[in-house]
């Protein structure tokens, strides 16, 4: 059986068989093999599967929980950034994008994080935080949640991600107001150019 260590989109935390592109965490949530807490601080990173040959044991005592992405997409909605240490081109590109599309000087990583997390969870809550956006000018690899359903942003489609992965798209809109999952400053990363990974069964 599927250990519950997999992200969706909306940030819950789940057991599923599909496999991820990329691990992460928000520090210490597991006691054993549960995982009994929503998140331990606002450092919520992407990390790479594979790091210097390390290799880290499951479910450790003392050690940050390890989660899994099915792309990076997925992970940019749920509230995660690429770590500066093992992605450190990405985290890069990632600061650069956010200095372009939100100005000033570029932020610590701190700053970044703090942001993040006042846009991703409601304050003093696990609830999350969704944004409106018009649907004109989402960049591709946004989520949105359209029919209860997170939904990619894939060229003129919408496609519609459960954690069996992604399914049938539908036409996106041509007008009015989404309800976006990808936080906000995330978004503007997104439209600024950044290369986003996004698993390659989206565009069947």
Known sequence: MPERNRVTPLGDIVATPLRGAWTGNRGKIHEGHEIVRFHSGDLWLICELEFRGIKQPQWA?????FLFFHDEAVAFAAGHRPCAECRRGS???????????????????????????????YPRTHRRRLHEGRYVGLPDGAFVLEQDTPRLVLGDALVGWSPNGYGPPISRPRSGTATVITPPA???????????????????
């Open 61 to 65: 005592p003392h050690h940050y929980t």
């Open 186 to 204: 995330t978004l503007a990363v997104l439209k600024a150019g950044y290369p986003v990974q996004i698993d390659a069964s989206a565009y069947r």
């Open 91 to 121: 985290y890069v590109s990632y600061l650069e994008a956010w200095t372009d599309a939100l100005g000033g000087p570029r932020p610590s990583a701190g700053a970044v994080n703090a942001r993040l997390h006042s846009e991703r969870l």
